[in-house]
């Protein structure tokens, strides 16, 4: 039997969609015979269960699944996709998403892609990305912000890379916490650039996972992670990962204009205060109009973004100073 050219890594919290993506690899029109490296991201201690027995329990225990199961202790998406592609000894490694589901010749596709690759100087092949939107209404802030998924450059929701290249850079940078830029970073280090990386034609479906009314407010935190970027890859990193450049410059003025009415306010400058007060008003209502615009503008959706735009720019202020902080000195 030809041994499989690549291992599949999944970073893995445990969801209920970890079950979907496990069908759809054991559904493969092609069998899946790459090993599949489980990386379970939980923290150490959790009390969720064994992936192993749950992939059993939904899948049956003849799913035919080469299943190897890793603990990473919760150190984040770039530390157990680590953890993953060193236990490989394919020439390819296949990044995979714990809630993206395959198409049926996923498979299939992917080793086409793979062999593809092969005769070129390619050091990496992504695979193409479906956000499915609903029909009957306009998407709400967060399903738009999902939808993105489908035009971003090099992100590891399916992307393979050459097992030898990424050990030569070290793999993926742990100083990224987050599921956000760590992808783009490394991309930019192995020469997506230059076209290091080319487009495959297999296909996977990301479906838009459920978020509660805040979760736009904790995605500030990425802030911090774009001046990491800023560090290592200079202040023109944006145009050379092809990523928006984002409203950190309006939020500033706004988080500007609500400490000056503040500062006003408690000094008995009153002018000043109120002028500060109609400042961060109107760039508050401007921030919340441009996302309640494009959307449904049901109650629901307007409330959601009325709150969360009020404090939005306070807090990607806040996570941009704190990254200017710790990563001001970073190095590559």
Same mark, same amino acid.
């Given at each position: 039997?030809?041994?499989?050219?690549?291992?599949?890594?999944?970073?893995?919290?445990?969801?209920?969609?970890?079950?979907?993506?496990?069908?759809?690899?054991?559904?493969?029109?092609?069998?899946?015979?790459?090993?599949?490296?489980?990386?379970?991201?939980?923290?150490?201690?959790?009390?969720?269960?064994?992936?192993? =027995?749950? @992939? /059993?329990?939904? !899948? *049956?225990?003849? &799913? +035919?699944?080469?299943?190897?199961?890793? #603990?990473?202790?919760?150190?984040?998406?770039?530390?157990?996709?680590?953890?993953?592609?060193?236990?490989?000894?394919?020439?390819?490694?296949?990044?995979?998403?714990?809630?993206?589901?395959?198409?049926?010749?996923?498979?299939?596709?992917?080793?086409?892609?793979?062999?593809?690759?092969?005769?070129?100087?390619?050091?990496?092949?992504?695979?193409?990305?479906?956000?499915?939107?609903?029909?009957?209404?306009?998407?709400?802030?967060?399903?738009?912000?999902?939808?993105?998924?489908?035009?971003?450059?090099?992100?590891?929701?399916?992307?393979?890379?050459?097992?030898?290249?990424?050990?030569?850079?070290?793999?993926?940078?742990?100083?990224?916490?987050?599921?956000?830029?760590?992808? =783009?970073? @490394? /991309?930019?280090? !192995? *020469?997506?650039? &230059? +076209?290091?990386?080319?487009?495959?034609? #297999?296909?996977?479906?990301?479906?838009?996972?459920?978020?509660?009314?805040?979760?736009?407010?904790?995605?500030?935190?990425?802030?911090?992670?774009?001046?990491?970027?800023?560090?290592?890859?200079?202040?023109?990193?944006?145009?050379?990962?092809?990523?928006?450049?984002?409203?950190?410059?309006?939020?500033?003025?706004?988080?500007?204009?609500?400490?000056?009415?503040?500062?006003?306010?408690?000094?008995?400058?009153?002018?000043?205060?109120?002028?500060?007060?109609?400042?961060?008003?109107?760039?508050?209502?401007?921030?919340?109009?441009?996302?309640?615009?494009?959307?449904?503008?049901?109650?629901?959706?307007?409330?959601?973004?009325?709150?969360?735009?009020?404090?939005?720019?306070? =807090?990607?202020?806040?996570?941009?100073?704190?990254?200017?902080?710790?990563?001001?000195?970073?190095?590559?």
């Amino acid at each position: 039997m030809t041994p499989p050219p690549t291992t599949l890594v999944v970073p893995t919290l445990g969801r209920p969609s970890l079950v979907a993506l496990g069908r759809a690899l054991a559904g493969q029109g092609v069998p899946v015979t790459a090993p599949v490296v489980l990386v379970d991201d939980r923290p150490a201690g959790h009390d969720g269960e064994d992936l192993h =027995a749950l @992939l /059993a329990a939904a !899948l *049956g225990p003849d &799913h +035919g699944l080469d299943l190897q199961v890793v #603990r990473s202790g919760g150190g984040g998406p770039a530390r157990a996709r680590n953890l993953g592609w060193r236990r490989a000894r394919t020439p390819w490694v296949s990044f995979l998403d714990d809630d993206v589901v395959p198409d049926p010749d996923w498979y299939a596709a992917l080793l086409a892609d793979l062999r593809e690759a092969g005769t070129s100087d390619a050091v990496g092949v992504t695979g193409r990305v479906t956000v499915p939107l609903p029909a009957d209404r306009a998407p709400t802030d967060w399903e738009r912000g999902t939808a993105g998924l489908e035009t971003a450059r090099w992100i590891t929701a399916d992307l393979s890379y050459r097992r030898d290249r990424l050990a030569a850079v070290g793999g993926f940078d742990e100083r990224f916490p987050r599921a956000f830029r760590e992808d =783009a970073d @490394l /991309a930019l280090r !192995l *020469g997506a650039e &230059h +076209g290091g990386i080319v487009a495959g034609t #297999r296909h996977i479906t990301h479906p838009v996972r459920p978020a509660d009314d805040w979760a736009s407010l904790r995605q500030q935190a990425g802030n911090a992670d774009d001046l990491l970027m800023r560090a290592l890859h200079g202040r023109d990193w944006h145009r050379r990962a092809e990523a928006a450049v984002g409203r950190r410059p309006r939020h500033l003025l706004v988080t500007a204009a609500a400490a000056t009415a503040v500062v006003g306010a408690v000094a008995g400058h009153r002018r000043l205060a109120t002028a500060a007060l109609a400042g961060w008003l109107g760039g508050t209502a401007e921030l919340a109009w441009a996302r309640i615009a494009p959307g449904p503008r049901d109650a629901a959706e307007v409330r959601r973004m009325v709150l969360t735009s009020a404090a939005i720019p306070l =807090a990607a202020t806040y996570h941009s100073a704190r990254g200017w902080l710790r990563h001001r000195r970073a190095t590559p």
